[in-house]
Each structure stands twice: as C-alpha cells, then as structure tokens.
C-alpha cells in the first residue's frame, strides 16, 4: 500500500535488491512521491534532495505543498510510492522510524503532560543509567536556556519554554538527523523569531544535520543553510537565503517570498528605460514614488510611470503606498522624501532603483 500511515510494525527492513544512486554523506532523499490516494495527485512529486552532514536545510512552501509529507517520508511515517531515503549511502527507506536515529519534533501533540520536565527531556534516555542521565538531562536543559527547570510540572511553562523542552526531547537520544516540522508556529511573532535563532545555534553547537519545514520565509532564512522550495509536492528550487532571494527560480517563488509583480524586459524598457537581461520582480524598495502627478496624467517621461495610488501605509519610518501599474497589476512603492504621504486616488511618477530588483534565475 502507497502512501498510508505507517506504525513501526508497518516496515520491515527491505531487503530486496535495488539499484539506487548511493547519494553523498548524510541524507540524500532519491525520486521520492508520496500518494495518498490512488488516482490523487502525489503530495510530494518526485522529490531528490541531499542535505550535508551538520547543515540545515529549511523546507518553505505554501499550504499543502507537500513539506510535512516529505518530511514524514524522510521520518518513516509515510510510506513512500516510490523513491529512496539514505543515510549515508544506506537505504533506510524500509527501515522503522524507531531505527532511523532520527529526532523528530512536531508543532502539535509535543510534550507528555503527567510528566515533568525532566521526564519529558529524558524519555529516551531510558536505558541510560539514572545518574547519567539525570546529568544528561542537565546538560540539554543548560543547551536550551532551562537550567534548574527539571522538576517543573509541564503545564506550569511558558508556550516558548514548552517548544524548548521539545527541542530538548529530540536532540536527547543525539540524533543522527533532526526533522523539525512547524516547530515554532504556536508562537507569536517574536518568540518566533528568537527561538529560530536559538535553534539555529542549537544545531550549529551540536552538529545536527537538519530539516526544518515552515511556511515562514523569515524563519527560513533564519535557521537555514539552504532554503528548499516546494510547490504542488516539487522541490523547485534549493539555494542558499541569499541566492533564494537574489534570483528565484520562477514566478511561484516570488509569489511565495512576496517580492511583487514580474515584469518582462521589453516591459521594463518600456516603463522605465531600464535594460534587463530576463524577467524581473519589483519587491518593496524597487519602486520609487518620485513626484505627484495631476491626475488627468501627463505623458510619463522616459525612465518613469504614471500610476494610481490604491493605498497607503507608513511603515517603520517611510510612507509604502500600493500602486497601479500600467497593466492592471498591482506593486508597492515607497514614497522618497520622508513624510511626504499620498493619499488613495492619486496619480503619481514612479521611478524605479534598478539596484532592488530581483532577478529570476535564468532558463525559467
Ligand atoms: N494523511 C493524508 N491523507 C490524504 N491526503 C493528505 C494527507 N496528508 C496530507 N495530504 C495532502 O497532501 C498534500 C500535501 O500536504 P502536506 O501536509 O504535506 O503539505 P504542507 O506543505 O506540509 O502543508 P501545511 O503547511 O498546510 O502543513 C495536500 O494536498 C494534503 O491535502
């Protein structure tokens, strides 16, 4: 059966003979699709991935684009349609979850409630003799920010101590590769954002080879070696935050990373008189308001627009307004000149600073 839920019981050890690519050190994931139904489309769609000893790679995607079934594949929890999952160069893909070595933390259902702090952190430790492991424990608390929080009855913790105490859990047993998935969504904006920090020092202090799945893009580049984006169950594109941002791979991804409309490079000259090589997206900072214009609209000039103000907001000390663009499509720009502020149904010239446009990656 394709793509059920699998218990441990559910997977023997394969030991057929497969003549699969034997991938580098770490995780390499081979042609991997996981169908749910028959007849469905795949969750994830032929999926190869490798991910280097001690790196994080984050999972982006929206909702539904296949990051949880990925990485519950890569975990054991769902059996793949087809494909493989090495450590290694060892197939593991018919191997327990139990067996994999792997840590696995999930936004929901995290902690234990009868048990303590201490019992949650140590749950997998429960071969290890008590003393080693009480210091065991010590020591992952000290790692997460919660030394002296052993004997804390879990629902007496903070949302953000709680994830910790998570966090904790699954580096326990030293994992060979983490699997993180949506670990600090519950939290707010902030919290979200220092835990992520945190975890990526975590992870760089112990070494962990990680995987990460959010939609946040901020928490992606945050955690992150490379950023894997997955879109309708594909991995379209594998970089590096900088490289992600810098040149997207096609319009989805910008979509996904907001970075505004794309425009073609007969468009751009037209517009604004600005020679680019392929098409380009105009996020926040790429266009600029440079002047109010009667709203009968004179002819623009060469290297600017005329276009209506639909909205406008002041954000963090400069006035972003939502513009018209030409064809119908909508951008935001910012207003140069401070508090200069434009009110909705005005007409304006926008300029553009040909140094923020983004790129998309060339051959899409
Ligand atoms: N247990 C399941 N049974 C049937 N279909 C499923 C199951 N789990 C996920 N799917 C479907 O597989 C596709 C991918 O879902 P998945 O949860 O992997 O995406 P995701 O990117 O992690 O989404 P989210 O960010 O919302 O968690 C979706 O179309 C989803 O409806």
Redesign the pocket.
Known sequence: MV?E?VTDEGLDEGSEDRVVDKGAAGLSVRDLT?R??EG??P??DDVSLDVAPGRVVA?L????????????AVAGL?RPERGTVLWDGEDVTRVPVHRRGFGLMFQDGQLFPHRDVAGNVGYALNRMPRGRRRARVGELLELVGLQGYQNRPVQEISGGQAQRVALARALAAQPRLLLL??PLSSLDKALRSRLASDIRDLVQRTGTTTVH?T?DQDEAFAVADLVGV?EA?RLVQLDTPARLWGHPADAGVVELLGQGPVVAPEQMAAWFGVRVEGPVALPVGSLVVEEARESSGRAPGAGGISAEVVSSRFVRGRTEVEVKLPDGRLAAAVVGGGALGREPGETVGLGVDASALVHLRPGH
């Open positions: 793509g839920q996981v749910y139904e469905a489309p969750a994830v999972l995607g929206a909702s539904g684009s296949g990051k949880s079934s990925l990485l519950r769902v998935d949506e799945v939609h997955m169950g």
